[in-house]
């Protein structure tokens, strides 16, 4: 009998949300005239010739691409003070009669407003009247590779880095060209190709070398290259004794690398820095501050306008203090300590990107210091590239947090975009999720998160929702049931993985290590605050830690309003519930179950979501493509395993501490 062999010739993911055959679409003019003789202008007539073909519309009319000068701004009627609302890479977009005119001060900002045209061809929006302006909220918009110089990528899920560094400076293969068209489609202007675990290599003449060659292919895309650094570079690379920020010889060989960067990549972005966390060097080896570290690294990138990200990831194996109170008590009393073209990256909770963590104190905190973001686009904490987790809602909720700083609406958002305390240098990093995977996000749902954090930094008023349903129309399909199927299974997936996992504000629970799978007994690790015991706290009584005043007072961190929220239990966000309160097994909850049975609802209702989507996701595929409805339905069925997994395995070991039935009307675990 013939074997039925499975057809992979499908559409496999690789084009992302650049697909353009998903419908098939005309130019919205007659004819295309993009002026100019730039790199840039002429990667846009290879984009419109990518998405359209030959194909033009019926409209007699051209579509005008080209910086601004006064004789278009009067045809066009854009105003007179048109040029004074366009940073560098904004643009506009304004229909006239038949024509249409793109248009900006640069061009990269000309490439922006193509991609936004596109994005609002493909997503079947309309084109009749068109008159959009805009600007970029937030200005350095950075993806971080935690990729390795051997390709081994810390936390990647999508196969093998795609940094080839054996093969460069020579070797500058497609994909490079692909990522880069990828990343300017939606906005994102930076790159790290290296883990901030870092390797000193990265700064040798030889390795110097393949990042030129990386940086000349990102440029005329608008990404800038930025890298991350070990602190000890003077010693490991030039045997110097010491690191020591303040030692005139440590800052002279910081100095003379900038120069040396600089000559081989003018427009270098500057460094990403992990110090003195989890084992990194620092300046805290010679009793330096933080700042003095980053000082010293930002004056010698100043005459180059260069900027350093120092990250304030930190925690020490301390059995005083909590580790959620560190970063904040490490960084606050710095605050003004940080030459102008610092900006401190934080992590967007207090922990490290859990399905759900508050937010991190130090947004608000800082007033003379600018902060960026940093979020996780790889799934670390939530499943890797096996369950379906659309994150569009995790950053829209992390960016609309309100800290309270200077009343309502301090936004997390206006701290990052700079309006809150009037910061020029802004920033915001998402921790990439991509390697050599034919789709390269190793789940085809996994690529709408690096779509969504690019459309965020972007535009963080964006709608995690309108987002989901651009990625949708661009990636998967525009027939409008499937596309309403398709955003029911997204904006609710990294909820359900909350519950199957971490509900109520548990967290940490994850295997020790590498974080996949439930762990919540684990207790042996080498440090008592990598295991889940120690986030848990579940005994006889009850379960979670108490950060309130008569616990690690965490909520003292936080503005007024949230210390008084945070300090009960009735008054706390019940998602965040047992991130700041022990309560007994028979805690009352607000719909008068008890904390028990409802601990245990939630991780019931996380695997009927799971349920769900599998059900929606047979619906539509008539809609999809073959082989990716194939990879998606694959990845729900191990998603659907593993979250009965989680749920079973964590509810029968709070069962050892509650000594409670499963509440009526729930199937026993399996
Ligand atoms: O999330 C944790 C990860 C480490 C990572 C570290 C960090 C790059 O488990 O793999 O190291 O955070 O952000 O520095």
Redesign the pocket.
Known sequence: AAVAVPDFSGEDGYKLWQRYDVFNAALPAGSLNVVGDSDTTHIIRDEFRRAFGNRVSEKQGTLIVQQLNNELAARFKLGDNVSAQLSDEGFIIKSLGDDMLISAKTDIGLLYGSYHLLRMVFTQQSLDTVNVLQNPKIKRRVLNH?DDLDRHT??GYAGESIFDWHRLPVDKDQRYYDYARANASIGINGMVPL???ANALILTPMYLQKVKALADIVRPYGIKMYLSIKFSSPQQLDGLPTSDPLDPAVQQWWQAKAAEIYQLIPDFGGFLV?AN??G?PGPGDYDRTHADGANMLAKALKPYKGVVFW?A?VYANDAEKERSLQAFDEFVPLDGEFMDNVIVQV?NGPI??QPREPFSPLFGATPNTPLAM?L?ITQ??LGFSTHLAYLGTLFEEAMDADTHAKGPGSTVAKVVDGSLFNHQLTGIAG?ANTGMQRNWTGHIFAQSNWYAFGRLAWDHTLSAEHIANEWIKQTLTVEPDAVAQIEAMMMPSREYIVEYMTPLGLHHLMDSGH?YGPGPWVDNLGRADWNPVYYHRADKQGIGIDRTAAGTNAVSQYAPYWQERFAQPQSTPKELLLWFHHLPWDYTMPNGETLWNELVRYYYRGVEGVTDMQSRWQQVKPYIDANQFRQVDMALQIQMQEAKWWRDASVLYFQTFSERPIPDGLPKPE
Do not use: L, T
């Open positions: 935690w810390e936390r883990n901030v675990n992990k966390s989890e990194q990250r990831f992590k490290d990107f940093e996780q670390e904490y921790v974080h």
